[in-house]
């Protein structure tokens, strides 16, 4: 007897064996909340789960693995997708992990991953087998045209109906809501860790994730059907000429003049921009700075003219309710000077009066330096009027962050310039002064126009606007999450 146990023990060991010695080859993993090993069909593969940056129409994945010894022929492996297309189109559209299959070269050998990144930013490194071993070096470059409906994994993120705490002013009548958790975190959230996993056996498919809510209907069916309309000049096309040329009727259909009700009339105060059929964009501080509070029952918007004479063709509308931002303040005002006026009734669009489009995540974040952007405006002119009767437009020249700090003159404790503003100037000292305020930089992307930033802030030199330095605007690239939560349809 004790010699039958003996011969089971040492059939047991010799069993055992063969997955011991698969198990101590398998070598540590330097991004174990992206990748893991897994064997399929008796073989290993990695898997990989990362999420796409959506600021990028194309995300490129690249990973570098070593292994000892050499190749035996030219193949170094494959990188592809994990799921099927429809699966991996929907995680693309709600934000979640895009999940990837690496096949191996050499059957039974496990290379050690040592570099991943994507879209140049490095996630993880590791130091290679020290020779002789070869590095084998696999990529994949996914193309998406949808636009993400959520920037964070939406599985994380309380939802509820409630809005976030702002300044909200309704018909004179000052609100305040509770809190609500938001989806505008400007980086590439970081997927759930998950532990490697080394299994003896074919892998059995993990349970799918509950589908995350979509937004609601009427908002994607909303900015969808605004895509198709937004950006689009009618007959009259803008000629973009240097120094500020004067905009006809019917160029640029989305410039909106804001008027203040007095005692007096109405008074043009600032410009803004229609971005919906109920929403007209501009700067918080037209509204709230310093002892200034203007409620909206005070506000007129005068849309589909090009001239602030309001006996001419046109419309002019009622504000009910103002919306600032509520990142906004006074003293740091260009990191978040933005503001939202719901009109008291929705707009029809024409030939004079058309929404622009936001920008989306199918164009560039970062603006290089002389990236040529437009702006357009009733304010003061260069012989000193206060405001110009026709609108006036001009193109000017996007410069970096650093040129900007290196340009204008600090303000003790103010802060202007920040990664959330963006810095343009025009070489002939054309561009935006007092009374522009709120209206619009765009951008002009294969016969589209774009908003990428509301004119904020500007250097006044003996009380003149000194257009030799740079003008800030604030970035809506950096507030997209935002402005898509909150815009009215």
Request: aromatic share 8%; hydrophobic share 35%.
């Amino acid at each position: 007897m004790e010699q039958f146990l003996i011969l089971c023990g040492i059939i047991i060991k010799l069993l055992l064996l063969p997955r011991l010695s698969s198990a101590q080859q398998v070598p540590p993993i330097a991004c174990p909340e992206y990748f893991e090993y897994l064997a399929y069909n008796q073989e290993y593969v990695g898997r990989i789960s990362i999420r796409h940056d959506p600021q990028y129409q194309e995300n490129t994945l690249r990973v570098e693995f070593s292994q000892p010894g050499s190749l035996s022929s030219n193949y170094v492996g494959s990188l592809t997708l994990w799921d099927d297309e429809e699966t991996t189109k929907s995680n693309l559209r709600y934000g979640l992990p895009i999940k990837y299959r690496v096949d191996f070269p050499t059957p039974g050998v496990l290379p050690k991953l040592t570099l991943m990144m994507i879209n140049d930013v490095v996630l993880c490194r590791a130091s290679p087998y020290p020779p002789s071993s070869v590095t084998l070096t696999l990529s994949h470059s996914l193309r998406s045209t949808s636009v993400p409906l959520f920037t964070q994994d939406p599985r994380f993120v309380q939802q509820t109906n409630q809005r976030p705490q702002r300044p909200i002013w309704g018909q004179s009548v000052v609100q305040s809501q509770p809190q609500r958790a938001t989806f505008s975190s400007p980086q590439v959230p970081i997927p759930t860790p998950v532990a490697p996993q080394l299994l003896p056996a074919k892998v059995a498919p993990r349970p799918r994730p509950p589908a995350p809510a979509p937004a609601p209907s009427t908002t994607v069916g909303g900015l969808a059907q605004l895509s198709e309309i937004c950006g689009r000049e009618g007959p009259v096309t803008s000629p973009l000429l240097h120094f500020g040329s004067q905009v006809r009727r019917g160029q640029l259909p989305w410039m909106a003049a804001l008027y203040e009700r007095g005692p007096d009339g109405l008074r043009f105060f600032c410009g803004g921009t229609l971005i919906s059929a109920s929403t007209v964009l501009s700067a918080a501080h037209c509204f709230v700075y310093a002892e200034r509070n203007l409620p909206p029952s005070r506000v007129g918007v005068s849309l589909g003219r090009n001239t602030l004479d309001l006996v001419s063709d046109g419309l002019l509308g009622e504000v009910s309710v103002l919306m600032v931002h509520e990142a906004y303040t006074p003293r740091n005002y260009s990191n978040a000077d933005i503001a939202l006026l719901k009109l008291s009734s929705p707009v029809s669009f024409g030939e004079y009066i058309k929404p622009i489009c936001l920008w989306n995540e199918n164009f560039r974040l970062q603006l290089p330096s002389g990236y040529k952007s437009y702006v357009a405006g009733w304010g003061s002119d260069e012989h000193g009027n206060p405001n110009t009767r026709v609108a006036k437009m001009t193109d000017t020249d996007i410069i970096t962050e650093a040129e900007c700090l290196r340009s204008l003159r600090s303000s003790e404790g103010i802060r202007l310039v920040t990664q959330n503003t963006i810095c343009a100037s025009n070489k002939q000292a054309a561009g935006p002064c007092s009374g522009d305020s709120g209206g619009g930089l765009m951008l002009q992307e294969n016969n589209i126009w774009l908003l990428r930033g509301v004119v904020s802030a500007g250097q006044v030199f003996t009380n003149r606007c000194d257009l030799t330095q740079p003008v800030i605007y604030t970035d809506l690239a950096r507030h997209i999450s935002w402005l898509r939560q909150h815009i009215w349809l």
